[in-house]
């Protein structure tokens, strides 16, 4: 099937929409939106500087038309749901976001309601547009890059004013796919370098118990629970935290929680996926070493 | 012999001319505090209870004892004995002095006999050194060594004038008094006098002496009397009359807010909920802001002031109080200068109403400021918003929270009530069914229940009392859901419930009847207490110390204090913290303050620390917000589980037979 | 100058999972129903925009009749009047089809808000399409609304921070939750006032169902029990092994 994927160039977004479109060709067509060169191999690519969705919409669907584009795939970002739903109109084409799954005979998986059920539908007509949620299918390494021709805007219908960049480590607690938390296990402010260690090494962001926000050693702004930040991360680490319910009602929507704590009895283990029952000073560090030496 | 008024003195009626206008200066200064009591709302409670010892609105005893007596004062020993000597001095002078106008006017015989000797005698020189003393104490502590209370958030002035305008006053009558017996030869029983009388010798430059010190201290006298009014002493009259008017049940309770007008499309007028200004306040409190002395006793037992939070009862209290002394009763930025933060701080846990001397009602005044704040304004702290938003959403205020309606009992077997079968309903509360911590309490219940044979059912489901709703100000949200409680309970039959929350209890109790829903209702303390008594229960004293923490809406708002104690000394032994009682320490959950984000130091934990220090081995409740609060404070402190509701300990007896 | 905040009604967002259960593919009726989170958050937005530029605002929905009860908060909140479409269609196309006949019923609308997606399907497409079928420009994520010469100036949330955009003509926007947009609690007096405000009830059109076909909603299994992992050899080993299971897992 002809599929064109629509995306910043970010090697990441842009190497999990490649393992996407494997289920449907062989090598994808590509819009990369913004300045730069394109990493990995794409039949035929396209470059528009233009990186406001709004804009992009209409020339989008001439070109999807005019190539005859089957599937059309997009990150479930700010700029993907910017563009699908709009175009899923312009093109009456069939649109399912935040696509966590994919089965043969164009069968598609996506959560409902917060992640407490999953809907499988069926596409029954092409184009087909899909935005795949981030962090459900691994990035494939992209070889090489791919020469572009320019794709040209008809009408500016929003400007750009300005583009602000938040550093790394400011990734809201409520949007990290990882999540790296201490409670007052941990012991001393100093201690958090660690777990911001682990969560660095992981695109994660640090998180808290109250108990480690009452000792002082982290910022409230950190605190997840009940009274601090409503979290849903993919992988939550509590480490050094007992699990009270105002803090597991914080991570109720957790999809993993890896559990590191001395005793055994704690109630974070009831919560846990995986749990090891050991001082976290043991495993911590050797887990940065691992992930240092894979990466 | 018998002493002569005006011995000495010529013309000497002239200083009781000269007490008229100081009389009308004395009466005008009342009628300006009765001015701006005025300007309140006229508020008739209408539900007043015709109890005895009431007459009007006056409550008989309160005014004898805490308005008159001034028992509270006592509480401080050293600051009661001084306050004591210097009224009750101040007391037995105005009668001497009432005596002699007596028998100059109507020749009253008082200057003979044994009750020259015992009484204006010997008497009134104690009673003139028992004030002297009250003031040096009071003015070395004031001046020298003023504890925080007095001086945070700020100290009043106007003491110090007044009071030693009254040493002055003292001094001289004591100098009039020796002069006169240094001429007249010793007067039996007058040891003040007859001591300053050997100190003079005798001389005409006494008699000259004596002459101005006599009219220098008649004019001090008058002008000190004229002068109360305008100074903080003017407390002596106000605290009786707010006493007189103080509903003596304790703790506060808010009265039903009427949102019917609101209904009403051709209602014009509609009223202000709460009080954003002086003027939207009643005369009753109106009067509690031109009572406060500024003494800090409200200061000084408040969890909020005490952990470094903005708030501080004195600072609310002063500040309405110096807004009302200016006149600003149309103020309405009276509130923001309050501060929502600071309002919303408070734990409602009616420790300030406990410990004031003056009788004021310090909660209420907060309660309706929150009022203001979240009906009229939807101004509330964001955590705060969240519970109110669930509370209306979902009938429960715990946001997020990991526990279905049903889990709580998932592994019990725990009958439903039903209508003329079933004796009790065990009424389940939020915190219990949604807080996994809170919900053993229940399971515990159960256990003990089914275990003596009491007849009891659950609601197949249920909503909160509204109690979060109303201790947040958002009185129309507490309407709502007790109204459809009330409709609910009388569908069902409901006559007799066990609360396991006091929060829910003082609700049914106090603000359920109002809206028409009456009930017997029995916190779990005292049932299980009642179920010891009646042999229903047997348990054994061990060893263990057991320390009990009062929850403040069991304990000061509804004085329930012996029943839980008696339940933990048939367990073991009832250790208490120092701060216990009537005095306990709130857990820092009340007011809505369960869900806070919190500045300063922690309230649980100060209290988690208090209780941890006795040492016991357990530390019992018997209220799940203090049980969580209490249980999260102590993690700073011990790794072990220290702290149970009491009907927990109890079924773990019961499970160890 | 004339804004509409579209609003859903849901079951109950916050139902922990081990409490939720489906029934006919949807969540269990049983739970109680309220708006979404993320669609208080536009109208607040929206009232904060009616305060600020004296504009008129509408609160438009489509859901079932009872659904007007939780409605009124979104009017009491702020909102002028209640338009809401009768139907009970899941699809996309269906509802955006029917809002685009409400909102042109109201005829001179400025701006339009919604939340960034209803916290039942969880889709966030509708309010994009609605916007191409009126040909409004959409944009998603948006944290800020202000106006400036006469022209619309939005600060939009992006994965690595976020754009200042500015637009001319009509548009709907996506609005995410930020601390400048907490929902309200409506005063006491617009609660009553709310029961007065009118709503216009408009019968469903006929849209074209998107070509998609729902096979089957299930609840996936939540794992409760704790695999413990090895400890007692090498710490080394232990890390290895957590690591290969979280990827197994594909959580990272």
Request: glycine share 10%; charged share 20%.
């Given at each position: 099937?002809?599929?064109l ?86 093109l ?123 000792e ?37 929507n ?19 996926r ?6 976290y ?15 | ?92 002078l ?22 020259n ?9 104690f ?35 007044i ?63 004229a ?65 406060c ?5 409200c ?13 501080s ?22 509130i ?169 209890y003082?609700?049914f ?7 028409g ?100 081995d ?16 102590a993690?700073?402190?011990t ?19 | ?5 579209l ?5 109950d ?78 699809d996309?196309?269906?509802?955006a ?33 609605l916007?191409e ?41 996506s ?78």
């Amino acid at each position: 099937m002809k599929t064109l994927i629509i995306e910043m160039i970010e090697p990441k977004r842009l190497g999990e929409l490649v393992t996407v479109s494997r289920e449907f060709c062989e090598q994808p067509d590509m819009v990369a939106v913004g300045a730069g060169q394109i990493p990995g191999s794409f039949g035929k690519a396209y470059q528009v500087a233009d990186t406001v969705a709004a804009n992009l919409v209409s020339d989008l669907a001439s070109l999807i038309l005019k190539e005859g584009y089957e599937i059309v795939l997009l990150t479930a970002s700010t700029l993907g749901s910017g563009i699908a739903a709009p175009l899923s109109v312009k093109l009456s084409a069939p649109v399912v976001s935040e696509v966590i799954g994919i089965k043969p005979d164009l069968v598609v998986e996506r959560p409902l309601y917060g992640g407490k059920a999953v809907a499988t539908y069926k596409l029954n007509k092409m184009p087909a547009i899909l935005t795949i949620r981030r962090k459900y299918f691994e990035a494939a390494d992209l070889q090489g890059f791919t020469d572009s021709s320019p794709l040209s805007i008809a009408e500016k219908k929003v400007a750009l004013i300005a583009e602000k960049e938040e550093k790394t480590e400011g990734i809201p607690l409520e949007d990290a796919e990882v999540i790296v938390s201490g409670g007052r296990g941990i012991g001393a402010a100093e201690n958090f370098t660690m777990l911001q260690d682990v969560a660095d090494l992981l695109n994660g962001a640090v998180g808290a118990s109250r108990g480690a926000v009452d000792e002082g050693w982290v910022q409230p702004t950190q605190q997840v629970g009940q009274t601090g930040k409503i979290v849903a991360p993919g992988v939550y680490f509590a480490i050094g935290i007992s699990g009270a319910s105002q803090h597991l009602a914080g991570i109720a929507n957790a999809k993993c929680v890896v559990a590191i704590n001395k005793d055994e009895e704690a109630n974070i283990f009831k919560r846990a996926r995986f749990g090891i029952v050991s001082d976290y000073k043991k495993i911590v560090p050797v887990l940065i070493e691992t992930l240092k030496e894979e990466a | 012999m018998g002493r002569t008024p005006y011995w000495n003195i010529d013309l000497g009626i002239l200083i009781d001319l000269f007490a008229l206008p100081m009389i009308v200066i004395f009466f005008y200064g009342m009628y300006g505090h009765w001015k701006r009591i005025r300007q309140g709302k006229v508020r008739v409670n209408l539900d007043l209870s015709k109890s005895a010892g009431k007459i009007g609105p006056v409550y008989l005893y309160s005014l004898l004892t805490k308005g008159i007596l001034g028992t509270k004062i006592y509480k401080k020993i050293y600051t009661g004995v001084a306050h004591g000597g210097l009224f009750w001095g101040m007391v037995v002078l105005l009668l001497g002095t009432i005596l002699v106008f007596l028998n100059v006017l109507f020749g009253l015989p008082v200057f003979s006999g044994g009750f020259n000797h015992w009484f204006m005698a010997f008497a009134l020189d104690f009673a003139g050194l028992a004030v002297f003393g009250g003031i040096l104490f009071f003015l070395v502590r004031r001046l020298l060594f003023p504890p925080e209370r007095l001086t945070e958030p700020k100290s009043r002035t106007g003491f110090s004038p007044i009071v030693l305008l009254l040493g002055v006053v003292i001094l001289t009558g004591f100098v009039v008094e020796g002069g006169r017996i240094a001429c007249n030869g010793i007067d039996n029983g007058s040891f003040m006098g007859n001591y300053l009388s050997m100190m003079f010798g005798k001389g005409d430059e006494w008699l000259t002496l004596h002459r101005y010190m006599w009219w220098i201290h008649g004019f001090l006298a008058l002008g000190f009397l004229a002068y109360i009014p305008y100074s903080p002493l003017v407390h002596l009259l106000l605290v009786p009359v707010n006493a007189a008017l103080a509903d003596p049940m304790p703790g506060t309770k808010m009265g039903l807010i009427d949102f019917s007008s609101f209904e009403d499309e051709e209602s014009e007028e509609m009223p202000v909920l709460g009080a954003a200004k002086l003027a939207d306040f009643s005369r009753k409190r109106l009067l509690d802001y031109s009572t406060c002395l500024w003494c800090g006793r409200c200061h000084e037992v408040c969890p909020a002031a005490q952990t470094g939070k903005p708030l501080s009862p004195k600072g609310v209290i002063i500040t309405l109080a110096e807004c009302l002394q200016d006149g600003r009763v149309e103020d309405d930025s009276l509130i923001d200068s309050l501060t929502s933060e600071a309002l919303f701080c408070c734990t409602t846990c009616a420790a300030c109403m406990e410990a004031c001397p003056a009788l004021i009602n310090q909660p209420k005044t907060i309660m309706k400021f929150r009022q203001n704040l979240v009906m009229e304004r939807s101004e509330i702290p964001e955590l705060m918003g969240k519970a109110n938003s669930s509370l209306e959403l979902r009938g429960h205020p715990f946001f997020g929270t990991g526990a279905g309606p049903n889990d709580w009992c998932k592994d019990l077997d725990v009958p439903l009530f039903e209508e003329g079968k079933t004796e009790y309903l065990l009424w389940i509360g939020c915190s219990v069914t949604y807080e996994e911590r809170a919900q053993q309490i229940a399971g515990s219940m159960v256990k003990i229940l089914s275990h003596a044979g009491t007849s009891f059912g659950i609601l197949e489901e249920f909503r909160c009392t509204g109690d979060p709703a109303k201790q947040m100000g958002n009185e129309f949200q507490f309407a709502e859901l007790a109204q459809q409680n009330i409709e609910d309970f009388s569908d069902l039959g409901i006559k007799k419930i066990i609360t396991m929350c006091p929060h829910c209890y003082n609700s049914f109790t106090r603000h359920y009847p109002k809206l028409g829903g009456n009930y017997q209702v029995i916190p779990h303390s005292v049932f299980l207490k009642s179920l010891l008594k009646a042999g229903r229960l047997s348990l054994n004293r061990e060893t263990n110390t057991i320390c009990y923490h009062d929850p403040c809406y069991l304990g000061r708002r509804n004085a329930i204090y012996d029943e839980p104690r008696d339940v933990v000394n048939s367990m073991g032994k009832l250790v208490e913290m120092p701060r216990n009682r009537n005095e306990s320490f709130c857990c820092g959950g009340g007011g809505g303050n369960y869900w806070a984000e919190e500045v300063g130091t922690r309230i649980n934990q100060v209290r988690a620390e208090e209780a941890l220090g006795t040492g016991a081995d357990f530390i019992a409740t018997s209220c799940p917000f203090c049980l969580l609060m209490l249980t999260d404070g102590a993690k700073k402190f011990t790794e072990d589980q220290k702290i149970f509701d009491i009907a927990e300990l109890v079924a773990l007896q019961l499970e160890e037979r | 100058m004339h804004i509409v905040v579209l609003a859903k009604v849901v079951p109950d967002y916050e139902v922990p999972a081990g409490d939720f259960e489906l029934t006919n593919s949807r969540a269990h009726s049983r739970y109680k129903r309220m708006m979404g989170l993320y669609d208080e958050n536009a109208i607040e937005s929206g009232v904060q925009l009616k305060e600020k530029y004296s504009a008129s605002l509408t609160i438009v929905s489509y859901g079932i009749k009872a659904d007007i009860q939780v409605l009124r908060k979104a009017v009491a909140m702020g909102g002028e009047k209640l338009s809401l479409v009768l139907g009970g269609s899941d699809d996309p196309n269906v509802i955006a089809a029917n809002l685009k006949m409400a909102v042109e019923k109201l005829e001179d609308v400025d701006l339009i808000l919604a939340g960034q997606q209803s916290a039942d399907m969880d889709r966030g497409i509708v309010h994009g399409m609605l916007a191409e079928m009126l040909g409004f420009a959409f944009i998603p994520q948006v944290a800020k609304i202000e106006q400036e010469d006469g022209q619309w100036k939005v600060i939009q949330n992006t994965e690595s921070g976020s754009s200042e955009l500015k637009f001319g003509g009509k548009a709907v926007l996506s609005i995410t939750s930020v601390p400048e947009n907490v929902p309200r609690i409506p005063v006491v007096r617009s609660i009553f006032a709310a029961k007065k405000k009118p709503v216009v009830q408009l019968p469903e059109i006929e849209g074209d169902a998107m070509p998609v076909d729902e096979l089957s909603v299930d609840i996936p299994k939540m794992e409760s029990v704790c695999e413990f992992l090895p400890t007692e050899d090498d710490p080394a080993e232990t890390a290895k092994i957590l690591l290969g299971r979280l990827r197994e897992e594909r959580l990272i």
